[in-house]
């Protein structure tokens, strides 16, 4: 038997215990038997040195090709062998992934912290600054300059929380309107604010009522202000908390601090406007005040009413979260019930 | 105020429905509240004449009635009402009927006795008490006596007419008439609008010989009498009664009616006395003097001052002026002179009258918004023209008159280039001018300007602005175009401190805490807890109630407040935290000053048990971990340290800290004192409480770039004893201080306080990691270091190493 038979038959009895090997064992002791220092390889490759010297190479390639062809051999059935170990295992790993993730600690913003919020972003994309107020406002701020002197009929002081007779709970966050405007310098550009915060009434608390609420005021100041301009803003603004499909309609109203006046109303959220008891069947919802700043409004302020004017609305965001969410009682949001809390959790 | 659908058209062209005419009026002119038909759910309801009434033999106060309802045979109904007699005309609900409040009513019987069908009160079709009249009150309505049996009674008794109910805004006082609203309306349709003018017959003496008016023309501008004499007291024709309980006023009887009408009619309140009770023939109007007292029409009885304004004759005061008449002199069934009062009186006086005696009538409320000075004499004229009508007076000769100041019209220049420039329109001249004289304006052109002078009707109109909104609503807003505000461009950016307050509230829901909102007006008690600084407390003047009438100095107690609201509906797991301002007073200040600040608070488990891991009450070290990642995350640039502080009376002495940054307190943290907790009804909870504003003031880092080495990081473990009083600060101060160049970080690993420690010791165990930046370091150069901070901490805090 030449080398090279005895090559061959090495070679397939070789790839025959390979293939029958069971476990990674076996496949190492098919190793270490074919291809170790005392294997039948390098036995037969000893035997080279009696071969002449054209002969040799040839053995010689031919003895590496086996060598490597087994080797793969085995690399290969280690690997089947390893997978079959690896799935197995895996398949005993296997867990019911309907059972609950563990639970992470995690808050949500308060809902009227979110629709506040959101029409900060709103208007600051705008070019609005955010300001806010003292809460104990002075009534020259919340009163007088507002063009609410001291004796006018839509002051009842049993809306007011007063501390002293000039000392009060601010009632709305109109103030920052004339503190803002006493201090605005308009060489540097038309003042665009809204003011966000809490406000107070000497209400008593029911589902429609609280002593403690928020409103957001807006103002725009300049040169060429118009009232088409607020109707522009208003639907800008509704469009973006409640949605594209809700229109907004100006109707007269009346405040001391605007002239002319409007209330704005939205289509209403339960019907989409055919009328329903909600809306009294109107199909609109009544959402907010707004209208042309007073002249006296800006007089007060020491700003010329004969060269600038624009605009003022007030929002109530607690308004405004109870129609968008449906929530049905005012109070919810100042009991802080983590059941309710948690319930407004859509982030975007 | 109602008004009469029916009554609109008698005067306006108008083919609209009710509820189009009430959209119009909202989205023109004012809010309205509803649309009312009366008749509307209610269903076979007709007149019945009452043929027959017996006594119900087993009941002493039910009647056995046949009634004739226009069908063949007559109904049986058995009437419990106490006037019920044989003869009336009167409402019967048909079997199969439906009345007031959607109640159906079928044949029945009563104490045996088959009964087909109800005898109705008003009430009982929908008229409220106030309205019904007195007669008719406690019984049966009983129907004119030319009522057809069988008729619907709907058309009697104005039940299809359709009132719709304005609820009006303070500036709109024209309004509150239906002169006003049909002036209004003929601009919004632009149709032409005729107003009655009276027309009175003066056949009586002079009225100069029989009654003098002394009036202050500063309180009463305008001040009018007329005097009716030979008036017979009867009810109201059906008509006028009609007019009144549909506007929600009652009828009483004629002369009382008529003043009601007209002031429905006009706007001008009126007020008509018993002439015969006067003392003497002079009338004064002037403010009270103290002491007087007068009891007016509803039996209230008054104690005047200086500041009131009263109608006397020569002895006392008889009303109080343009709130409510006195009781001597109201009119009664005897009444045969009446002296019908018009006024005007100045609206402050009245608004302050009404609240002071707690009297807000229909007039007073007219008063109060000012009313058509112009138009007081049309007014008493009609009423004086109604009671030759309707009660046979014979209207003496004349006006008595104490004060007729009547304003100027206002006279107001207003640009088209303005008009277009507010409102952001095109409109044309023209169409202006148009808008401004269908409401009843004058307006006199030269080029583009205009001089628009101003019926005195409309009070609430003195400038250029006020125009706009004239033509603004007429033209209609959703006519405006609708734009953004250009110009000027300006940045919109939130402020340091604002992005701060958002970065607060986004630190501590990542960390998992809810926002609250609590309320800031507190009690007494609660406003001066958890303080931090020394304050005065600041009270509200009138508060509505104990539980909001301070001013918060702390945010903690509303959350305590919220946890106790949880815990009393069993939600027992509560993380919460709050930004909102403390309001702190200096002595001798009235208005107090505002902080920012931030709390927490927590109870239950921060992590409900679940199937894979046990709940975990909440800890001190919670709150503390809570704190740490939050002013983590503010970025201050300086130590925070804690230090144990055992004196705050509503915090655990052993277990709260107060949180320092550089030394200089901003908060506090740690458990609620169990006596406190008790007090709220709630567990163990942890709170903390921080100066925001202290925060945003604080120099913060910048986030910078730091190398991560390429080089590993040696570790060593050490455990020791050390005596109880010893603090992990000081451990791990004390190790940062001597660990040597490489010392990266120490870390805490183990506590261990247990039996296998001598009493009086702890047992702490730390992990010091060590790492050089820039080579690999030996392992020699470790230890040297280690065992220097061995020794250290063997010396200077008597350690012994494990
Ligand atoms: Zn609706």
Redesign the interface.
Known sequence: MSLKDKLDELHQRGLAEIKKSTDLKDVNQVRVSLLGKKGPITEVLRGMRDLDAEERPKVGAFANEIRDDLTAALTKRREELENAVLNARLANETIDVTLPGTPVAKGEPHVIQQIIDQIEDLFLGMGYQVLSGPEVEEDKYNFEMMNLPKNHPARDMQDTFYITKEILMRTQTSPMQARTLEKHDFSQGPLKMISPGVVYRRDTDDPTHSHQFHQVEGLVIDKHITMADLKGTLQVLAHELFGDKFDVRLRPSYFPFTEPSVEADITCFNCGGKGCNVCKNTGWIEVLGAGMVHPNVLKMAGVDPDVYGGFAFGVGPDRFAMLKYGVDDIRNFYLNDVRFLTQFTKKG | MKISYNWIKEYLDLDVKP?DLA?KI??????VD?VVTPSEGLKKIVVGHVLSVEAHPDSDHLHICQVDVGEDEPLQIVCGAPNIAKGQMVIVALPGSRIAGNVKIKKSKMRGIPSAGMICALQEIGFSDDVVPKDYVDGIYVLPADATPGDDVYDYLGMNDSLIDLDV????GDMLSLNGTLRDLAAIYDKPVTLDQPEVKETGEAIADQLTIHADADLAPQYRMRLVKQVKITPSPMWLQIRLWNAGYRPINNVVDITNYIMLKYGQPLHAFDYDKFAGQDVYVRNAKAGEKLTTLDEGEHDLDDHDIVIADDQAPIALAGVMGGLTTSITDETTTVAIEAAVFE??HI?KAA?RHNLHTDASQRF??GINRAGVQDALDAAAEMMTDLADGVVQTGTAVGSDNVPEPAVIPLSLTHVN?????TLELAKVVHILESLGFTVATAGEDMTVTVPIRRNDIH?P??L??EI??IYG??E????????????????SA?KLM?AT?HS??????????????TTADKAKMFMMQPSAE???????STD?AV?RMNVVTGLLD?IA??TA?K?K?????EQ??V?YREDGN???S?EEHIAGAITGT???A????PAKDVDFYQIKGIVAAYLKDMAINGDVTYEANADMPEMHPGRTADILVHGHRIGFMGQVHPTIAKKFKIGATYVFELNLQAIIDMPKQENQYDVISRYPAITRDIAMLVPDEVTNDQIVALIEKRGGAFLQSVKLFDVYDGVKVPKGKKSLAYTLTYQDKHETLVDDAVTQAFEKVEKRLQDDLGAEIR
């Not at chain 2, 420039?421 to 329109?425: D, I, K, P, S, Y």
């Not at chain 2, 405006?480 to 402020?495: A, E, H, I, N, S």
């Not at chain 2, 501590?508 to 007006?521: D, H, K, P, R, V």
């Open positions: 509820v959209e909202e989205r023109t002119s004012v809010e509803d805004t303070p500036n709109r609206h402050d608004r609240q109060e918004r420039a507010v409102l952001g329109t400038i602005a006020d706009l909104e603004a609503r807003y959703d405006l175009p609708t734009t953004l505000p250009t110009g000027r461009m300006t940045m919109g950016t939130l402020t604002q958002r509230r501590l829901e990542g960390l998992g805490l809810n926002q609250a909102i609590s309320y800031a007006l600041t009270d509200l003047a009138w508060p509505m909001h001013l919220d609201y949880n509906r939600v797991d509560v993380a919460l935290y909102g301002r309001f009235d208005r107090p505002e921060l992590m409900p679940g199937w894979n891991q």
